[in-house]
């Protein structure tokens, strides 16, 4: 595995792509016939995004795809993981499929397999149809049954033409962000409903895995955003070891021990839980179907240390654990992006061998890992993003690492492509690897594009310190 100069070698075969999802760069936010998904809503309402920014033109890449594909292809990347957007194809959630939607997308799909570049498809990457949350949305069961009818439909129109399909994209986020604190559509801020939409959503990727099976999909998974619980310094007092076992089942294994094990993890407290009323008898068992794969988002890692959440000191925050005598904290020494996010690459390490150890030989892939930066284009015309080479260089490191060390790691997407809509931060937060200009959609390389596209074309990542 050890490459020429030192560098780390990745195994032959190793999937290297990159990530986007459909909102945040299609833009044709209401032609060929799609309906309104409850981003276009919550984006539309003032004062949810920054600056007012929609999707609705975002990178254009419904019309520039095959600029975009073509570019990939100029990298070197071998695989491409996209979402489908359910109201495009699909536009009120239900019914007959909309061809100008599924046209869409098996163009895109031709076009990648005519670059030699790999699909991997997310169904739910945050697009719910506006009619189905008109009805209520995830809180109600029945949209796990819809799910599953249009994760059917896309396997069967566009099932020959794609790798790998991810069910759902981030769970979490989507019940905590769009449901609990809603900074994310629907931008609702409701308790009940978000513990109903973990449990609905995870029955809907069980459901949807069984419909993609029928329906004769290839390989399936489902992608988490996953947390490593970190604990720095020497000994773990015991408090602070139950504070690590909580927050790990609350940010962790809500989604993960349903997925691999079909239970609920004991240790979260019970009203961050779905009501034992909503958990109809067999639920676990089909939430629990048999994996090809489970996908990683990894960006950043949770801190715990001794404190007192009355006098929080500088760094520290209340533990969402809520042990006595424990706090979160940030350590002062790890670099933040600008997100705020810590940049910490041994958390991916730890968090890898931690999920390989809870799936002894199951596939990982990392369907997302990048950061934000504040990134410019220099009187050359150049976008010389040094922090987001140091982050790919050091973070890829961490899965060579991993994968010497036993981790079954089979694949790496970098989050993103290029710039795009970052959610309720608008375009002000640059993810790419590529650089858009959103004014005229001129996109232009990054160095992180140069140094990535070498990584894959020597399947090997440079030591970026003494090992
Ligand atoms: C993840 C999302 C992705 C992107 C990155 C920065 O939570 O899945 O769409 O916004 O964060």
């Keep these: 595995m050890s490459a020429a100069n030192g560098a780390l070698g990745f195994p032959d075969g190793f999937v290297w792509g990159s990530a986007t999802a459909a909102y945040q760069i299609e833009g044709a936010a209401d032609i060929d016939g ?46 491409y993981r ?44 945050w697009d719910l149809p506006q009619e189905l949350q008109d009805a209520g949305g995830w ?11 249009y994760a059917a439909l896309c396997a069967q129109a566009l099932g020959d033409r794609v790798t790998r399909w991810i069910t759902l994209n981030e769970p979490q986020v989507v019940a905590n962000n769009g449901y609990r604190h809603g900074q994310h559509a629907p931008g609702l801020k409701d308790d009940s409903a978000a513990a109903a939409t973990t449990h609905h959503l995870l029955l809907g990727h069980g459901l949807a895995t069984q419909a ?32 690590r076992v909580i927050t790990d089942a609350l940010v962790n294994g809500i989604y993960l021990e349903p ?14 839980l779905p009501p034992p009323a909503l ?8 939430i629990n179907q048999p994996l090809d794969f489970l996908g990683v988002n990894y960006y950043s890692p949770i801190f715990l240390r001794a404190g007192d959440p009355a006098d929080l000191r500088r760094n520290e925050e209340r533990s969402r654990s809520g042990v006595p005598g424990v706090v979160e904290y940030r350590p002062g020494e790890l670099e933040r992006t600008t997100m705020g996010w810590l940049v910490d690459a041994d958390g991916l390490y730890d968090l890898l061998q931690e999920v390989s150890k809870q799936a002894p030989g199951l596939p990982l892939y990392i369907t997302e890992n990048g950061r934000a930066a504040e990134d410019y284009v220099n009187p050359q015309g150049q976008v010389d993003d040094i922090e987001r080479v140091r982050y790919l260089n050091s973070h890829l490191e961490a899965c060579a690492r991993a ?36 004014g005229t959609q001129r996109r232009i390389p990054k160095s992180s594009a140069h140094f990535y596209s070498e990584v894959v074309r020597a399947n090997a990542v440079p030591r970026s310190a003494p090992a």
């Design 212 to 243: 993609l099976r029928a329906a004769g999909a290839a390989e399936v998974g489902i992608t988490l955003d996953l947390h490593p619980i970190r604990v720095l310094g020497d000994g773990r007092p015991g408090d602070v070891e139950a504070a």
């Design 139 to 149: 809180p109600v069961r029945e949209v796990a049954e819809r799910f599953a009818d």
């Design 279 to 286: 958990v109809a008898d067999g639920d676990l068992t089909t």
């Design 403 to 438: 994968i010497r060390d036993g981790v079954s790691l089979a694949g790496y997407f970098v989050w993103s492509l290029m710039d795009n809509f970052e959610w309720a931060w608008g375009y002000q937060k640059r993810f790419g690897i590529v650089y858009v200009d959103f």
């Design 82 to 125: 996209f979402s489908i957007s359910w109201p495009r194809v699909q536009p009120g959630g239900r019914g007959p499929a909309n061809q100008k939607g599924l046209d869409y997308y098996r163009a895109l799909l031709d076009e990648l397999a005519g670059h030699g570049i790999a699909a991997t498809v997310t169904l739910y990457h």
């Design 259 to 272: 997925v691999l094990h079909g239970r609920y993890p004991a240790p979260a407290p019970a009203d961050m």
């Design 34 to 79: 799609k309906g309104p998904s409850v981003w276009d809503t919550f984006s539309h309402a003032p004062g949810n995004v920054r600056g007012g920014d929609t999707g609705d033109i975002a990178c254009d890449s419904y019309r520039r795809y095959r600029e975009d594909v073509a570019l990939m292809a100029s990298l070197g990347l071998k695989a």
